[in-house]
Structure formats: C-alpha cells, structure tokens
T-cell receptor, first 115, second 112 residues
C-alpha cells in the first residue's frame, strides 16, 4: 500500500506570494492532519480534516487555510507569505474510525523556503 | 496547559547502552501518548504508543514507562544501535481527535 504522498517536495517562494500544498492520504484513510515543523518551534499542529470538515485547528493566523476533498485528498494554502513561514509542512493520515487517537502516518513533507 | 515538555534536547549513547528520553505534560485530558522517530529528510514514524490505563508497554527494544500521577512518561531504548540515531518526539492527544501536541524533540546519537 502506498504511503502518504505530498507534492511538491520542495518549493521556493517570495514574500507576499501564496502557495498551495497537496497531500494524498493512504488509501482508505479518512482523516488528514497538517503540521508545520521548524527548528525553533518544532512540530506544531495546523489543521485536522475528516469527511471534508475541519475538525480541529491550531493557533495559526488566518493566512493558513486548508480543505479536504471527497476522495480524502487535502490541500493547504498559505497566502501573503512571510519569511517565518519557511518550514517543513507535514501531512499525516489515519483511518479515523471515529475514536480519535488513531495511528497517524506522516508523509515526507514539503519543504517551503520563503525569500 | 497544552504543552508537552521533553528532555534532554540531545543524547549521546554508546552502542549497547540504554537511551532514556523523558516527557511531562499538564493537561489531564490527554489520554494517548505516542512516540515518533524521525530520520533526516523523512516524516516522523510512530514507534510505540501508550494509554494511561497501563504503566508500561514494551515492543522489542523500546519501552514506554507511564506515571499518571506525576504526569510523566518516558521512552527507554535498550541495547541502543547506531541505526537508532534519529530525532525522537513524544506527543500527546485527547479524545476523539487526531491532533497531536508534540514535545520539542531529542536528537539521539549512538556511537559504535
């Protein structure tokens, strides 16, 4: 079974631009979560989606948004990029049997560099 | 209250030794505590997880010890190997959510 895939793997943008990152979960997984990883702040939760609905949101500004499609694929968007948005963005999927606390499988991440 | 504190920040262990990483939490609503292992250029991968109804869980060379009253849990890696060299993250989660609160990470280096 293929793992979580994320595209693109690397991205360079300039301040003020916007970016869209894509995540394809493991087949059959219904929940997708996004995390931002930086050397200074570590791994921080961005959003959690289940059945196309945002179930949870982290403490990030409104410039960060996301969505989930009917096939469970997910995208996240960052508008008006700032230098501090440079990070590794990780997507994770789980079976989401309704109990929470499912094993989450992470993708390799998209490394975003904002210049 | 949402924080998970992890120590040490880095750890150097000789091959065959025991690696111990500690975590502490404050939110008593947390009831799922996984440990993740991350190699450079890869996403984190689940190593082992525990729920607070047990005090210890062992899988191969990896053991989680859990102290509910102290709100602390730790990862023990027995017979540490150079291939265990990676960054380890503890995490915590509440009920009916996949949202994970991660510790700050421990970089483990195992020397032959």
């Amino acid at each position: 079974k293929a793992g979580v895939t994320q595209t693109p793997r690397y991205l360079i943008k300039t301040r003020g631009q916007q970016v869209t990152l894509s995540c394809s979960p493991i087949s059959g997984h219904r929940s997708v979560s996004w995390y931002q990883q930086t050397p200074g702040q570590g791994l921080q939760f961005l959003f959690e989606y289940f059945s196309e609905t945002q179930r949870n949101k982290g403490n990030f500004p409104g410039r960060f948004s996301g969505r989930q499609f009917s096939n469970s694929r997910s995208e996240m968007n960052v508008s008006t990029l700032e230098l501090g948005d440079s990070a590794l963005y990780l997507c994770a999927s789980s079976l989401a049997l309704g109990r929470g606390q499912e094993t989450q499988y992470f993708g390799p991440g998209t490394r975003l560099l904002v210049l | 209250q949402q924080q998970v504190k992890q120590s040490p920040q880095s750890l150097i262990v000789q091959k065959g030794g025991i690696s111990i990483i500690n975590c502490a939490y404050e939110n008593t609503a947390f009831d799922y505590f996984p440990w993740y292992q991350q190699f450079p250029g890869k996403g984190p991968a689940l190593l082992i997880a525990i729920r607070p109804d047990v005090s210890e869980k062992k899988e191969g060379r990896f053991t989680i010890s859990f102290n509910k009253s102290a709100k602390q849990f730790s990862l023990h890696i027995m017979d540490s190997q150079p291939g265990d060299s990676a960054t380890y993250f503890c995490a915590a989660s509440g009920v009916v959510t996949d949202k994970l609160i991660f510790g700050t990470g421990t970089r483990l280096q195992v020397f032959p």
